[in-house]
Every structure is written in C-alpha cells, then in structure tokens.
C-alpha cells in the first residue's frame, strides 16, 4: 500500500522553502532586547499629555515621538505574528505575540489622549499651527483628524460610546456563536458514496462535485438548518444593523451609509455609481448563465449548479520556479524593477515561505512593513492553477508595500483597503491574460476564461448584491421598520431574481442566504471588492495597451501609500471611480468573455 503523506514538522523544512525574518531581527533574543526597550520608551507619552494645545512645535514632537512608538512597534507585533503563523502550535511564540499585544493595549491606551486633545484646540489656533513649518510633514495627517470635528461628541458623550463597545458586539458574536460553533448539519454523500460531514468549509467543497445529485443534497440540507434557525439569525442582524444606525445619528451623520463611507472620503455616488453599473450589465449576467445551463445540459439552472466548473480542472502543475516565472512573465509590462525586484523576492530574497508544514496558519496573505522586506505566506500545491493565482496576487500586496515605504515617509506609507486590492487583483488580471495567450487546446483557454468570469461574477456583481442589500436593509432600519425574517427574505429575493435572471431557478431556501454572510455584520464593506477589480480590470487594461505614461501613472499609485486619498490616488493612476466608467469597463470585459465562452463551447 502507498504510504499516506503527512506534513513536514517546522524543523524538517529546507530554509531555502522559508522566508527570512531577518530584516526584522535575526534571532529571538534580538527582539527580547527590541521589545524591553520599546515598554520602556512607552512611559514618553506623559511628558505630552495635555500640553498638545501649547505650540506647534509641542504637537509636531508628540506626533514624531506617537509615530516613532508605532513604527518600533510595528516590527516587533509582525516578527511575532508570522513568528506564530509559522507552527500555530508553537507555545513559544504564541506567548510572544500575546505578551506584545498586551504592551500594544497599553501603548494605545498612554497614547489615547492625542486625538481629543487635537479635536479640542480650537478650530483657528489648530489653523494658526498648521501654518508652522514644524508641523509641514503632518498637515495631511492634523486635516485627516480635523474632518472628524463635526462628528466627535463632548469628552463625556464619547466616554460613553466607547464604554457601549463590548455591548455593541453582541450581534456579531452572537452570529459567530450560533453560526460557528452551535449549528450541525449530519452528514451527507459525496461522489464516492461516502458519508461527510458537512459543514461550511465541505459544504463549499461538496458544492464543486462533478455530480449534481451530491450539490443538490448539500445544498437543501445546508439551508434546512438557517431555516430551522431564522428567527434567531434574523434578530441578531436586525440588532447588527440597528447598532450601524444608532452610531451614525450619535456622530452626526445623515445616514449609516455616509458614516461608514466618510473615513475613506468616499461620496455615496461611488457607492450608487457601482450598483448602478452592475444593474444595467446584468442582462450579459444573466446570458452567461444560460450559457453555463446548456453547457452542463441541464433544464434548469440552480444557485448550486453555479461553483463546478464547466470543464474539467487543468491537469497542469506548476513547480515553485515554474509559477514564479510564469507570474513574472505575465508582470513584465510593469517593467524591469518590478519584475526584477519581486523575482529576487520570491527566491533568492526569501519573501515568503512557500509550502505547508504541520501547524502551519492556513492560506496566504502578504504582511508589508516599513523597515523590512514583505513578506507573503503561502500554502503552495503545485497541482493548484488557483495557487499560481494566489501567488500573483499576494505578490501584488508586497510589490504595492515595496513601492509605498521606498516612497512615503512612516506616517503615509500605509494604504487603506479602499485600494488595496487594486494592486492584487491587478497582477491576477495580467496573470490570466498571459495564460490565456499561452494556452494551447481549446478547453485549456476555455477553461482559463470561464475560471476569469466566475471571478468577475463573484468579486463584481455577487459583492454588489451584497452591497445592495446592505443599502437596502439600513434604509428599512432608518424608516423605523425592523427586520424581520420575513422582511430580510422578501428584500433578499427581490436581488436574487434581478441578479440571477428570470430564467434562474431560484430555491425558496436561497432567501436565507442574507442571514450566513458574516460580512453583513461589518456593514458596507463589501463594496471595496467590486470597486478594487473594476479600478484593477480597467487599469490593467490601460498599462497593457499604453505606454510609457499609463506604466508611470500606474507606479506612482504603488508609490503612493495614504499620501492621497483612496480616490485621488485612483485618478492619478487613470481610473475615476466616481464615474461609472470603470465599472461599465469591467462588465464590457466579463460580456467579451462571455462571448467568447460560448463559441468555444
């Protein structure tokens, strides 16, 4: 019998597999001394604490000093994470990263006076400052709080709201409780006949099978429990959602929508020029999904009839060097020191550590720093196309952080989520353009092309639904109707049957989807998705067919960090995401790819 493969322990694994950690110490014992010295300069804080109002020069030091804590700090709290990322196992460096978050509360605590205190100078003598040259490095940062003026209570109503925080939780952990912990769905068939329990990580691995009947029963015994568990679900998001609206009047905002937008400086018109754009492309939506139908030769088509893929998997592997050099293949229109630089990272350089290991944290991310190198985690397979993905886009992330802190100083180099995925996702549509060119059978570039549609599909429109009902749900709560399960089922259904198509077969139990999405809970966060792979589509599209201006207005963007905010950043790279065009550009693409699916099926 073949003898059953296991993971390597930590220790087992070639160094040449793992990254270097070096840039942010060399050895633990180099971060002990790092961090005893980082506790102690915590106590400086004091020596500003109530003075900030004094002079220009007093609030330029205690913002140096606040920045200089948090770029220290920074390096410990990441060599300890991926420290810990490395073998979850490891009581070592779990106690490491907990006894740093422990010095982090702390250190947010000492230094918790500099925001109300710069709220409480008076709204001419802060303009007086800022027209010091000592504070010339942090006038964007002084406006960025200064916006917040209208939204910031007395010192004692803003004592009471942060003593609400715990309280206000309660919805969301209420959701995880019965969502991860308490619910149990038996077990079901897969292809083989076997018996799986299912949960929500089978559920979506049952929802791939190749046979209908195994999608089928997952999918109807999946549902039967939120069924079974509405009302519950449903009171817990009602109560999510009134949270959202009770802070946004408490702040001052005209409604939870503009509230959560006004961090990033977002107009709600990006947000409607988003659902408006998906809304008026969904007819190409709704043709790929008919095209999907006769494909697969069914009568109907069915929500769980839409994640197995048309055609058979790629049976193509890619080795660590191979992937490599295929993602720096598909990057060369960024030119040389991109490709250069990320080609050194992703071997020599030692950026990531490639493969699993027992106790190893599951998945990727990239974790950039300012002062070292930045860093990605993956979880390599090379039989995985989806892992050559992975590559390229977490590649993305530690390019755009490269980028950012050779370019900004400490205090901007740090860019908002609002972006961030421009820069991954930008690679990922280089990535499959290649391999589309390179493909060499019909079903290959087939099979590459309707991978690239389901992704449209499901970062666009399947997020702008989410981000529709969203809107939709706050403005019920904000009319003073609650949410009941008949009212999240009636508005969730009404999205179904536009985005899905009156030629879908939409299930009853789908209605119940609205109440397992955990990203309700973080309302108004979805939206980023959509918007990052339009502004990536349209970009990506603009490098590949222009020239040396579109390549350095692209590079100026990675460079930018928070210099800018998200959407001035965005313009300078050649995208105006508060115009519909981006979007419309991202759907003409997914209806091009549409068209050509069908041919070649």
Wanted: charged share 25%; net charge neutral; hydrophobic share 40%.
């Amino acid at each position: 019998m073949a003898k059953a493969q296991t993971l390597p322990p930590r220790s087992k694994v070639k160094p040449a597999d793992t990254w270097d950690l070096g840039s942010l110490f060399t050895a633990d014992a180099e971060w002990e001394k790092a961090f005893g010295a980082w506790e102690a300069q915590l106590a400086g804080f004091d020596k500003y604490r109530g003075k900030l109002a004094e002079s220009a020069e007093m609030l330029a030091a205690c913002l140096a000093f606040d920045a200089a804590v948090d770029r220290a700090g920074e390096r410990l709290g990441v060599y300890a994470f991926l420290k810990t990322a490395e073998d979850q196992a490891d009581s070592t460096y779990q106690r490491m990263r907990g006894r740093f978050q422990a010095a982090s509360t702390k250190a947010n605590e000492l230094a918790s006076f500099i925001r109300p205190e710069i709220l409480a100078i008076p709204e001419k003598k802060l303009k007086g400052f800022l027209a010091d040259p000592a504070l010339g490095e942090w006038r964007l940062a002084l406006d960025r709080i200064a916006r917040f003026r209208p939204h910031t209570l007395g010192r004692k109503e803003e004592h009471l709201l942060a003593m609400q925080g715990q309280m206000a939780e309660a919805s969301n952990q209420i959701f995880r409780q019965l969502n991860d912990a308490d619910l149990r769905w038996g077990t079901v068939k897969d292809a083989d006949g076997n018996k799986v329990e299912l949960s929500h990580s089978s559920f979506s691995a049952l929802l791939h099978s190749a046979k209908r009947k195994v999608r089928k029963e997952a999918f109807h015994a999946y549902y039967a429990q939120f069924d079974a568990h509405k009302n519950t679900f449903a009171a817990s998001l009602n109560a999510s959602v009134q949270r959202d609206v009770y802070y946004a009047k408490a702040r001052n905002h005209p409604s939870a929508l503009e509230g959560a937008l006004f961090p990033d400086k977002v107009p709600t018109s990006v947000y409607d020029n988003l659902i408006g754009s998906v809304r008026a492309n969904l007819p190409s939506v709704h043709r790929y999904l008919e095209v999907r139908r006769r494909a697969m030769k069914l009568k109907k088509l069915h929500q769980y009839d839409t994640y197995v893929p048309i055609l058979a998997s790629l049976d193509k592997k890619h080795t660590w060097d191979q992937a490599t050099r295929a993602v720096i293949d598909a990057l060369c229109p960024l030119g040389d020191e991109y490709c250069k630089t990320l080609t050194e990272g992703l071997t020599t350089a030692r950026w990531s550590d490639r493969y699993p290991n027992r106790g190893k944290q599951s998945g990727a991310f990239s974790y950039g720093t300012f002062d070292a190198k930045p860093y990605l985690m993956m979880n390599y397979q090379p039989a995985v196309l989806d892992h050559v993905f992975t590559l390229a886009h977490e590649a993305g992330h530690s390019m755009h952080s490269w980028y950012s802190a050779r370019n900004q100083p400490y205090q901007y180099y740090g860019y908002t989520i609002f972006v961030a995925e421009v820069a991954s996702t930008f690679n990922e549509q280089l990535l499959a353009r290649s391999l589309m060119a390179k493909a060499t059978t019909k079903d290959e570039r087939a099979y590459l092309i309707n991978r690239e549609i389901d992704g449209i599909r499901g970062t666009i429109v399947r997020q702008t639904m989410f981000a529709e009902f969203e809107r939709v749900i706050h403005a019920v709560v904000e009319a003073g109707e609650p949410l009941t399960v008949e009212a999240l089922r009636a508005e969730y259904r009404k999205l179904l049957d536009a985005y899905f198509g009156p030629e879908f077969a939409v299930d009853a139990e789908l209605e119940l989807e609205c109440m397992r999405i955990p990203h309700f809970y973080r309302a108004f966060y979805v939206y980023k998705y959509a918007t990052g792979l339009s502004a990536a589509i349209a970009l990506s599209e603009r490098v590949t067919t222009g020239g040396k201006q579109e390549l350095d207005d692209y590079l100026g963007f990675l460079k930018g960090g928070c210099s800018k905010d998200p959407l001035d950043l965005l313009r300078g790279a050649g995208v105006d995401m508060e115009q519909p065009g981006p979007v419309n550009a991202a759907m003409a693409r997914f209806d091009q790819l549409v068209s050509e699916l069908d041919e070649l099926l």
